[in-house]
Each structure stands twice: as C-alpha cells, then as structure tokens.
C-alpha cells in the first residue's frame, strides 16, 4: 500500500509561480512511476507530468512543457512540481498518483495508476 499526500496549492495571479509537494510513504514507492494529474471543474482528469526515482526521468504534457517542472527528493520521499508562468487555464484541482504500470508510454492512462492522493487546489486569477 502507498499513501500519497499532496499540498501547496492556493490562488495565484497570472504569470505567478506555486510548488505543489507530494508526500509518499508505504512499501516500494520508490519503484512506482509518479505522476501529477489534473482536473478543471466539468472536465476530465488529465496528465501533466510523470517522474521516475530510478534515474529521475521525467515526462510532460504538451501543455505544461517549458513551464512546470516535475523532481523527487529520495531523502524527503517526496515529488515536486514547480509551476510557472501560470495561466487561468491551469486552474484546476491537483492530484499526485503512483502506479506499477505507469510510465512510458502509460504516463498519460489513469487506470495505470494505483494510488492517488486526495488533491491540492490550483487557482489562476486573471
């Protein structure tokens, strides 16, 4: 079983930065693939990036590419995602997952994740 505990979301204006954390504990996490999901109100949940703590490969979405920055930190059993340059369109609920399948070319799939995290709320002002 792996637990997962986000947090650092909050309100930002446009063009600002925020770095959301992911807390995991339990057996083996450190061989699951992570990634950090998404979901906007009425939309589904989609993929923003993915990490591997063997090699510390990472994996982004189109959308985010250039801006957020996925890490992990062996030592803190922790992943980062920095956010910058922040649109409105960011703003969504943030959920960290972890999962056996996950990775390449899964990273974008939900159902190849095992454990979600309870999510972080992300707001973007205009």
């Known amino acids: 079983q792996v637990q997962l505990v986000e947090s650092g979301g909050g309100l930002v204006q446009a063009g600002g930065s925020l770095r959301l954390s992911c807390a995991a504990s339990?057996?083996?996490?450190?061989?699951?693939?992570m990634g950090w999901f998404r979901q906007a109100p009425g939309k589904e949940r989609e993929f923003v990036a993915g990490f591997r703590w063997s090699g510390d490969s990472t994996y982004y979405a189109d959308s985010v590419k250039g801006r957020f920055a996925i890490s992990g930190d062996n030592a803190k059993n922790t992943v980062y995602l920095q956010m910058n340059s922040l649109k409105p369109e960011d703003t969504a609920v943030y959920y960290c997952?972890?999962?056996?399948?996950?990775?390449?070319?899964?990273?974008?799939?939900?159902?190849?994740?095992?454990?979600w995290g309870q999510g972080t709320q992300v707001t973007v002002s205009s």
């Open positions: 997952a972890a999962g056996k399948t996950a990775g390449w070319p899964n990273w974008h799939i939900t159902r190849k994740y095992d454990y």
């Open positions: 339990g057996r083996a996490f450190s061989t699951y693939p």
